[in-house]
């Protein structure tokens, strides 16, 4: 009798536990099951910034190889499973600080407003965010003689930020 009623426990339980919507981290909520090989294309950009575009896919491209168990090319590949392409809408660097004393900029922000849209071969459409936007800070040098722009690796950082973001939200739907 008490094994049939602990039974019965162990069992509703496990019932109300799996409708709950929880999941796996790293499950696949917005990839179909079947998705082995996802393309991520050299992100397309409507801005004048140099390298941009290529920081993002790549960190895009290594967020996606870390963190799920898909094949990840960097190609528009049309055997893929799954294709997921990027546009950098605008790009802006603003001063952020002045510094008095040498008249210039101290620190600056760059925004990043990026559209993302994966598909499925059929053309589905499997997640789309057409307002990413990022930010990142950056120091400048003032010193003439030790003078190191220090804007791309900003934007590298910036792109390591936002491909941990959009590959959670893949991923694990948030």
């Known amino acids: 009798m008490m094994r049939s009623i602990l039974g019965f426990v162990v069992v509703a339980a496990l019932g109300a536990v799996s409708g709950c919507g929880y999941h796996t981290l790293g499950a696949p909520t917005h990839l179909p099951p079947n998705a ?16 941009t575009e290529s920081a993002l896919t790549d960190a895009v491209i290594r967020e996606f190889a870390a963190r799920s168990r898909m094949r990840v090319t960097p190609s528009a590949n049309t055997d893929s499973d799954v294709v997921l392409k990027g546009t950098i809408l605008n790009e802006t660097v603003a001063p952020l600080t ?23 071969r059929e ?16 120091q400048s040098t003032s010193d003439l003689p ?6 791309p690796a900003a934007i590298d950082r910036l792109s390591r930020e936002f491909a941990r973001a959009l590959v959670a939200d893949v991923l694990e739907g948030m």
Do not use: C, M
Request: proline content about 2%.
């Open 146 to 151: 030790t003078f190191l722009d220090e804007r």
């Open 123 to 138: 053309g589905k459409v499997l997640y789309e965010n057409k307002n990413y936007v990022f930010r990142g800070q950056y």
């Open 98 to 120: 002045y510094n008095t004393t040498t008249q210039q900029s101290s620190s600056f922000l760059i925004t990043l407003v990026v559209s993302v849209t994966l598909q499925d």
């Open 36 to 51: 082995r090989t996802l393309s991520v294309p050299v992100f397309a950009t409507h801005t004048e910034a140099y390298h």
